[in-house]
């Protein structure tokens, strides 16, 4: 019998951080996306503010501070099982942001956060759409 499908779509946010020619990246450590480098990020509890739980996630995931610059999209993130039906739906609100403090350290959902060159995107293994928005928020800086 399969799973019943998700109540409904879970909120979540994610920062993008670029740093001289370098932008802060997680390696996911659970599914979804277990593995893969994304930007740090994570779901809104309830009754948070969206821009409060980025820079909760933020923190949580890799110990960095930053100021939250602009909104840079807001995405759906839909997986479908091979018949088709929902298993997953997650609404991710992205976020640019100015580094403050801190030095990348895994920690939450991350088995590793790092400074990564903007150049090296294409021999990472990155969740889909990730190198787009960071070459967007690298060419706005630039």
Known sequence: M????????VAGVSVC?????SVLLVRRAHA????????PGGKV???EPVRA??????????GVCAKLTRLLDVIDIIHREADGR??????????????????PRAASDASEAAWTPITD?????????????IRQVAADSA
């Open 2 to 9: 399969s799973a019943p499908a998700p109540p409904g779509p």
């Open 17 to 21: 951080i670029i740093r001289e020619d």
């Open 32 to 39: 979804p996306a277990e593995g893969l480098w994304s930007l």
């Open 45 to 47: 509890e309830l009754g």
């Open 53 to 62: 739980a980025a820079i909760r996630e933020l923190k949580e995931e890799t």
């Open 86 to 103: 929902i298993s997953a739906h997650y609404i991710l609100t992205v976020f640019a942001a100015r580094w403050l403090a801190g030095e």
């Open 121 to 133: 995107l294409d021999k990472l293994k990155l969740t889909p759409g990730t190198a787009e928005l």
